[in-house]
């Protein structure tokens, strides 16, 4: 399974999301979508996980949950928007995150790309920075991996430019 992964676009669509998730089985969000605009135009790409940010409004909310836990092949997922990172979790997360004790965890919000392995949580700690042109971020970025039962691999940043 190939998977596509972007977050903070903030309603901004970039025709590359379209070209890098192309050859991918799913997109998965990491929140702060938008508008509907655009993880609709996700969904006609490929099939799509995604969470609600602290900037969606009740129109995303309604339609994506806060936290996605799920199995993507034998890996067991958490995504979120608001999650920290190793050592540094957001408090609101923090107890259902070792709670659940994902393979993989997946956040947003910081627009900064962080690629970690939590060794106290044996987890894999993913945030793919912003794709969108809003905040302090300066290059804007995606990520694409792939997950073969329970092995993560072939993870690969891309870099879209400044915003």
Sequence with gaps: MKVGLLSD????????YAE?????DEIWH????????LITRLAELKPVRAVYGNIDGQDIRIQYP????????GVKVMLTHIGGYPGRYAPE????LYDTRPDLFVCGHSHIL?????QSLNCLHINP?????SGFHQVRTLIRFCINGEKIHDLEVIELGQR
């Design 129 to 133: 920075g912003a794709a969108g042109i």
């Design 114 to 118: 962080k690629v970690m392995f939590d």
């Design 20 to 24: 890098h998730f192309k050859d991918c």
């Design 93 to 96: 997360i923090r107890k259902e």
């Design 9 to 16: 676009t903030h309603g901004y669509w970039d025709n590359r």
């Design 66 to 73: 806060k936290t996605a836990v799920f199995m993507a092949e």
């Design 30 to 37: 990491a929140g702060d979508i938008g508008s509907l605009e």
